[in-house]
């Protein structure tokens, strides 16, 4: 089984490339972030055309996320247990229009969807950016990080054979060698401070592991699109796939699709891809691909 995760920064914008590249890397699995888009504004049916099924889960022009997937996919959810929400108190309408709210009445955001595939947990994450440091929405960003970590602990404390894998734009970068944009300054950036750096270690605490960086110890995932941060080289990892041990010891094979930064009208992220070893019977409907 071949999973991907891609942070494609509006669908509409980029459904051929999208499509084309599942079709041609001969993805099973595609956990997308950042498509900008509500439920009948997703382009569907290109995506059924090529023979994938869509979840999705966005709720205006910001955010969102979705599954593309050629498997059977089953128990999706469009949050996890505490998730904060962020913004405004409000009160849900009488016809339970609109988004969902968390405990204070706070709007929660298209940021998470689930669902399993083959007894394999997944779950598409895009992460708050936190905007600077200090700013609401960075505290927002680490009380996000600090409910999901609560999360995965139950989820693995009731089921550690669990497949699990949380994958997407995490908007840290954990390393320093993960931080090649030289706009981002210790002590005032965030994406590098050491209260998001300690959040993202949090979930390897819990029992999660980065299941790509053994496998592809360097390279960048995303590169701004000013001030010519692809050609230099001057990106950043922040999109990773974590997993626990069920699903680290399925891991066979890793990349990450620099190519994709390049052509016409590229998101500014690419795609990160991992191959897993499953029982034959599991991939019986698979279309086989020759090259």
Not at 33 to 42: A, D, L, V
Not at 58 to 65: A, D, K, P, Y
Not at 83 to 89: C, I, L, V
Not at 155 to 165: G, H, I, N, S
Request: glycine content about 8%.
């Amino acid at each position: 089984m071949r999973i991907a995760t891609w942070n494609v920064n509006s669908i509409r914008a980029r459904s051929a490339r999208v499509v084309d590249w599942l079709v041609n890397s001969d993805i099973d699995v595609l956990g997308m972030q950042e498509i900008k888009c509500r439920p009948h504004q997703f382009p569907i049916e290109a995506f059924e055309a090529a023979g994938y099924e869509v979840h999705l889960h966005g709720l205006n022009q910001w955010n969102g996320v979705a599954f593309a997937s050629r498997l059977p996919m089953t128990d999706i959810v469009t949050s996890f247990e505490g998730m904060p929400g962020f913004g405004k108190p409000a009160t849900p309408g009488p016809d339970g229009a609109g988004p969902e709210f968390d405990a204070a009445g706070l709007p929660l955001e298209a940021r998470v969807i689930g669902g399993t595939v083959d007894g394999i947990r997944l779950f598409s994450l895009y992460a708050p950016n936190g905007r600077a440091v200090g700013d609401p929405h960075y505290e927002y960003k680490l009380e996000w990080f600090a409910r999901l970590e609560e999360d995965v602990r139950t989820w693995l404390a009731a089921e550690p054979d669990l497949p699990l894998a949380l994958m997407g734009d995490f908007n840290v970068a954990p390393l320093d060698e993960d931080m090649g944009d030289p706009s981002h300054i210790p002590g005032v950036s965030t994406h590098i401070s050491p209260a998001e750096r300690e959040a993202f270690a949090s979930l390897e605490s819990a029992g999660l592991t980065d299941v790509v960086r053994p496998l592809v110890p360097t390279g960048y995932t995303f590169w701004d699109y000013k001030q010519l941060r692809f050609p230099r080289n001057e990106g950043m990892r922040i999109d990773f796939i974590l997993g626990s041990p069920a699903f680290a010891d399925l891991v066979s094979g890793a990349s990450i699709e620099r190519d994709q930064r390049k052509g016409d009208a590229p998101s500014d992220h690419v795609p990160v891809v991992v191959d897993l070893d499953v029982d034959p019977e599991d991939d019986d409907d698979r279309p086989m691909i020759f090259g």
